[in-house]
């Protein structure tokens, strides 16, 4: 079989040479196999023909009418075992052997320096690519950031409209949602005034309910993003409105304030009303809710 051709794919060519040494080594298997036998019957036939040598001696002169012994012993006198002359190709195929693993080697090492090189090169570009996927990802966050203060900046213009007052808070501190999700109304001034508060809570919205230690809701209360300020301690009625639609009652009383914040624009001003006598249905209603919603943390 003629050798492989250099222009076959590295891979194709390995499997041709697998197969074809491996035919080899069959074959050189077989022929060893053999070489042993024909040596293990030149040993028996110079057992033999030395006996037979004796025995012809003996006969002859027993039977030294028959003239056609000294005829078979002269013969037997001239004949030789042949040589199986194997060695000098044995030795030559060693020595091709030989050299084939060394040449082996010698590749097998230079493919080793090669592969080091490209696993070198390999993670010095990857490294590369997550830097670069590192800033861009920076960048469309710094955009979005950008995008949701424009958006705020429009809705406290749009607020400023609608009741004529500029809410006192900096710049970018609060998004459209938080200024439209709640809304604050005040009764008359009495000596301990109380507020109504209201919003609607749903999956998307940056109001939520939020609870301590305990994390029971119950015992937690709920945040409502709101621009508008509400004194810590002051008594509220809360209007709150869960995914279905229906209006929900309750009171409550503020007892943390989130407030707006320029270097966390992401996160949405507002107060955090803890519950008081809060009823068993609102608080199997708001267990249902918080099954879909993870609730805020917040400590007691």
């Known amino acids: 079989m003629s050798p492989p051709s250099h222009t076959q794919r590295p891979n194709a060519r390995e499997s041709e040479l697998a197969r074809e040494e491996s035919e080899l080594g069959s074959q050189e298997s077989r022929l060893a196999d053999q070489v042993s036998r024909a040596t293990q019957e030149a040993q028996s036939l110079a057992s033999r023909l030395t006996q037979v040598r004796t025995e012809l001696g ?18 037997l006198q001239a004949a030789a075992i042949p040589e199986l002359a194997v060695e000098a190709a044995r030795e030559k195929a060693l020595s091709a052997r030989e050299k084939a693993l060394e040449a082996r080697r010698q590749a097998t090492q230079e493919m080793t320096i090669a ?3 490209f696993q070198q090169q390999t993670t010095a570009l990857t490294k590369e690519l997550a830097e670069a996927e590192a800033r861009l990802k920076e960048l469309a966050e710094a955009a979005a950031r950008a995008r949701r203060e424009q958006e705020a900046a429009r809705a406290r213009e749009a607020q400023k409209a609608r009741t004529g007052s500029r809410p006192q808070f900096s710049p970018g501190a609060a998004t459209a949602a938080a200024a439209a999700a709640s809304t604050v109304r005040s009764v008359p001034k009495r000596e301990h005034a109380r507020v109504r508060l209201q919003t609607n809570i749903h999956l998307g919205s940056d109001s939520n309910f939020f609870t301590g230690f305990s994390t029971d809701v119950s015992s937690g209360g709920v945040f409502i993003a709101t621009v508008e300020t509400v004194p810590r301690g002051t008594q509220v009625d809360l209007d709150l409105v869960l995914p279905g639609g229906r209006p929900l009652k309750t009171h409550g009383v503020v007892r943390w304030l989130r407030e707006p914040n320029s270097h966390t624009p992401d996160l949405m001003p507002g107060v955090g009303v803890q519950f008081q006598d809060l009823q068993p249905e609102l608080a199997s209603l708001i267990n249902d809710f918080v099954r879909k919603r993870e609730p805020l943390f917040y400590p007691d």
Do not use: K, T, V, Y
């Open 58 to 75: 003996r006969a002859q002169s027993e039977h030294s009418e028959d003239i056609s012994l000294p005829e078979i012993g002269a013969r």
């Open 115 to 117: 592969l080091h090189a």
